[in-house]
């Protein structure tokens, strides 16, 4: 009895022996590591992180959403800005030798910061005469007198646009391009201009305001569009990165008057709606437009956005970043 004893202790300790030293698999090596130290299992993540709160949050599921993290590639947002009808100029192919190289850390320190809403001064602002502020803008279409259309600008191309007492009605097929006064350059400048769109905020529309770049690149443009229910004041700069200060509008209701603004120079864009800031955001690189290069107003490259579909009054295009007192001051001079 003993002897039967003695041999199934030594038959335990051989088999204990066994499983602390048998070789382990990777398997169950991992196993063992994330019953200790908690892991969990990583999974793709579709659609990227949720930004933002309220309207900015939207954006992750609506296509063309300014979201630069939203999980798709830099061609895949370029695909969903590109003009429809134009062709892609191959990645690679845009000559951009002019462009600056990315800044470094020590030159990033030295711009200016973005300004946060809540310190921006437009709280208690009174708007003053205006009449030496307009003289400074470098292009001007007032639309406030039928007769006079378009007034001294002589517009390159002009289709689908009519005049009456309360502004220029731009319809979905408008086509309106102005040239640029000789040397205004693209890296500042302020736009601003009355809209009363036939169109709902909550509507799926495209609909062009102002845009300000090459045909078939999508480097070193400045915009401003509806894209679905937000309005977007879109730039990129000279190695095509996005600066995106958008808005969101799904409770405009059609017929209503709004007023915009945008001011873009030393590396901060931000976005104007009814003489308030509503977002501010930082580009890293200079914006290099050739001169030359014209504006369209109301509408967009044959092919692309469809026209503004609106009746827009007090456009100006300044070469400078005006103050939010001054954009005050212009939205209640032009009020309609």
Same mark, same amino acid.
């Given at each position: 009895?003993?002897?039967?004893?003695?041999?199934?202790l030594g038959a335990l300790a051989c088999l204990s022996l066994w499983i602390l030293t048998r070789p382990r698999s990777s398997?169950?090596?991992?196993?063992?590591?994330?019953?200790?130290?908690?892991?969990?299992?990583?999974?793709?993540?579709?659609?990227?992180?949720?930004?933002?709160?309220?309207?900015?949050?939207?954006?992750?599921?609506?296509?063309?959403?300014?979201?630069?993290?939203?999980?798709?590639?830099?061609?895949?947002?370029?695909?969903?800005?590109?003009?429809?009808?134009?062709?892609?100029?191959?990645?690679?192919?845009?000559?951009?030798?002019?462009?600056?190289?990315?800044?470094?850390?020590?030159?990033?320190?030295?711009?200016?910061?973005?300004?946060?809403?809540?310190?921006? %001064?437009?709280?208690?602002?009174? $708007?003053? +005469?205006? @009449? #030496?502020?307009?003289?400074? *803008?470098?292009?001007? !279409?007032?639309?406030?007198?039928?007769?006079?259309?378009?007034?001294?600008?002589?517009?390159?191309?002009?289709?689908?646009?009519?005049?009456?007492?309360?502004?220029?009605?731009?319809? %979905?097929?408008?086509?309106?391009? $102005?040239? +640029?006064? @000789? #040397?205004?350059?693209?890296? *500042?400048?302020?736009? !601003?201009?009355?809209?009363?769109?036939?169109?709902?905020?909550?509507?799926?529309?495209?609909?062009?305001?102002?845009?300000?770049?090459?045909?078939?690149?999508?480097?070193?443009?400045?915009?401003?569009?509806?894209?679905?229910?937000?309005?977007?004041?879109?730039?990129?700069?000279?190695?095509?990165?996005?600066?995106?200060?958008?808005?969101?509008?799904?409770?405009?209701?059609?017929?209503?008057?709004?007023?915009?603004?945008?001011?873009?120079?030393?590396?901060?864009?931000?976005?104007?709606?009814?003489?308030?800031?509503?977002?501010?955001?930082?580009?890293?690189?200079?914006?290099?437009?050739?001169?030359?290069?014209?504006?369209?107003?109301?509408?967009?490259?044959?092919?692309?956005?469809?026209?503004?579909?609106?009746?827009?009054?007090?456009?100006?295009?300044?070469?400078?970043?005006?103050?939010?007192?001054?954009?005050?001051?212009?939205?209640?001079?032009?009020?309609?």
């Open positions: 009895m003993q002897r039967w004893l003695v041999a199934l398997t169950d090596e991992s196993i063992r590591a994330s019953r200790h130290s908690g892991a969990v299992p990583t999974f793709p993540i579709r659609g990227g992180p949720a930004r933002g709160t309220g309207e900015e949050a939207a954006f992750g599921d609506f296509a063309g959403g300014p979201s630069s993290e939203s999980g798709a590639t830099r061609s895949q947002r370029r695909d969903l800005l590109r003009p429809r009808g134009e062709v892609l100029v191959p990645e690679g192919a845009i000559d951009i030798s002019k462009g600056e190289p990315s800044p470094s850390s020590a030159e990033l320190a030295t711009r200016p910061k973005v300004l946060p809403m809540d310190r921006m %001064p437009f709280g208690n602002l009174g $708007a003053e +005469p205006a @009449e #030496g502020l307009i003289g400074e *803008a470098v292009l001007s !279409l007032p639309f406030d007198d039928p007769q006079k259309g378009s007034g001294a600008v002589h517009t390159l191309a002009e289709k689908d646009v009519q005049y009456d007492e309360f502004g220029a009605v731009f319809g %979905p097929n408008a086509l309106f391009v $102005a040239p +640029p006064p @000789e #040397g205004v350059g693209s890296n *500042a400048g302020s736009v !601003l201009f009355w809209l009363q769109p036939a169109w709902a905020g909550d509507s799926g529309s495209n609909n062009a305001y102002f845009t300000w770049r090459m045909p078939h690149t999508f480097e070193n443009r400045v915009t401003i569009f509806k894209n679905g229910p937000f309005l977007r004041f879109l730039i990129a700069d000279s190695l095509g990165q996005e600066a995106d200060a958008s808005y969101g509008i799904a409770l405009w209701k059609a017929d209503e008057w709004h007023h915009v603004a945008a001011t873009w120079g030393d590396f901060v864009a931000t976005f104007f709606i009814d003489g308030r800031p509503v977002r501010s955001v930082e580009y890293a690189n200079e914006i290099i437009i050739p001169p030359g290069t014209p504006w369209y107003i109301g509408s967009d490259y044959p092919g692309g956005a469809r026209g503004a579909n609106s009746r827009i009054r007090g456009f100006h295009v300044f070469p400078r970043v005006l103050q939010p007192e001054e954009i005050l001051t212009l939205m209640e001079q032009t009020r309609p």
